[in-house]
């Protein structure tokens, strides 16, 4: 099982660009989420999906849109990046809600 | 708004000592969690404690809650030199995790 996967690891965007980071998980996980890591932070919550067919706002949702393709997959996408985008970016999932989140190894995200 | 916040923000220890970090939180809570993540990759759950226990333990790991001071303890025992890395505690309080801002772990040999 490969868990948790996140394309691409790395990524250089410019001011304006647009961009969509996938995720998706093996494990037959109901839940998944999109985080962001800054630096003395910790992780906080973009958006994220209970259950298949549905998505809801996190903490700091602005600027950003998901899309639940499928049980397996959850994708965020940046329309106009800006440079307070510039971060650590983890997928989760997790068989109940809010319990025991499984996370992929991140997308380093630098907007120029 | 984070939640958690933990307690110190860092920690270097000698392997082989204990290491005890500590984690409050300002709303009640279903349960609280800890993760480890090493440098450069993700996070790892450790243990979870419900609102209604007390103290859970699992290998070297020991853990605290009070619901009472709305605090949480991360115990360490033996440490090694592989545990160098950040600890976050995580509280979810409507089913969705709230995360503080860590605390790095050095271990020296």
């Known amino acids: 099982n490969a868990g948790v996967t996140q394309t691409p690891k790395f990524q250089v965007l410019k001011t304006g660009q647009s961009m969509t980071l996938q995720c998706a998980q093996d494990m037959n996980h109901n839940s998944m989420y999109w985080y962001r890591q800054d630096p003395g932070m910790g992780l906080r919550l973009i958006y994220y999906s209970a259950s298949e067919g549905t998505t809801d706002k996190g903490e700091v949702p602005n600027g950003y849109n998901v899309s639940r393709l499928n049980k397996r997959e959850f994708s965020l996408r940046l329309e106009s990046a800006a440079p307070s985008q510039t971060s650590v970016y983890f997928c989760?999932?997790?068989?109940?809600?809010?319990?025991?989140?499984?996370f992929g190894p991140g997308t380093r995200l630098t907007v120029t | 708004s984070q939640q958690g916040e933990e307690d110190p923000q860092a920690l270097s220890i000698q392997e082989g000592e204990n290491a005890t970090m500590n984690c409050s939180y300002k709303?009640?809570?279903?349960?609280l969690q800890w993760y480890r993540q090493n440098s450069g990759r993700g996070l790892v759950h450790l243990i979870l404690i419900r609102s209604n226990e007390r103290e859970k333990h699992s290998g070297r790991l020991r853990v605290t809650l009070d619901t009472s001071k709305k605090s949480s303890s991360l115990l360490i025992t033996a440490s090694r030199a592989a545990d160098t890395a950040s600890y976050f505690c995580?509280?979810?309080?409507?089913?969705?995790?709230?995360f503080g801002a860590g605390t790095t772990v050095t271990v020296r040999a």
């Open positions: 989760a999932s997790s068989g109940i809600q809010g319990v025991e989140q499984y």
């Open positions: 709303t009640s809570i279903n349960n």
């Open positions: 995580a509280t979810d309080a409507s089913y969705k995790l709230s």
